[in-house]
């Protein structure tokens, strides 16, 4: 076993070409079926979809962007204590991030999202009606 940190893995290691094969995680989506040339590389996760949004940059087209996308894991063997354990990586617009996220951290993110779209749809949306309506 490789320890407290990663008590889900298994580890051998091969004398001759010096590579760790693992097990993953019972919930991961990656089954660590090739070889691993680093246990730094090792990561096991698991996915689920965001939202399309039109999404567009200043300046720029409307394009199709990905919102919400999460991705839940663990690397083990990072030297970033915080990525050694279960967390969450949340994807606000694409290529913009929150992570790694522990289950408090998400629990706030999640209270400041539901916050604002109460809002929007409180406030902001009947303002937006109205302004439309008098236009």
């Known amino acids: 076993m490789l320890g407290s940190a990663a008590p889900h893995l298994q580890q051998a290691t091969s ?12 919930w991961c989506s990656d089954r660590h079926t090739e070889t691993q040339q680093a246990r730094v590389d ?5 996915s689920s979809p965001g939202i ?5 940059f200043d300046g720029e087209d409307e394009i199709g962007g990905e919102a919400l996308f999460t ?5 083990p063997f990072c030297s970033d204590p915080g990525r050694r354990v279960p967390h969450v990586c949340l994807q606000v617009a ?12 998400l629990s706030n993110v999640i209270y400041q999202l539901r916050t604002r779209l ?7 949306l009947p303002q937006l009606t109205v302004a439309l309506a008098e236009w």
């Open 15 to 26: 004398a001759e070409t010096r590579t760790i094969h693992l097990r993953a995680a019972s």
């Open 42 to 46: 090792v990561c096991c996760l698991t």
């Open 52 to 56: 399309r949004l039109p999404m567009r």
């Open 71 to 75: 991705f839940t894991a663990v690397e």
């Open 94 to 105: 694409d290529g913009v991030w929150l992570s790694p996220l522990a289950p408090h951290e």
């Open 118 to 124: 109460d809002e929007l749809e409180r406030q902001v």
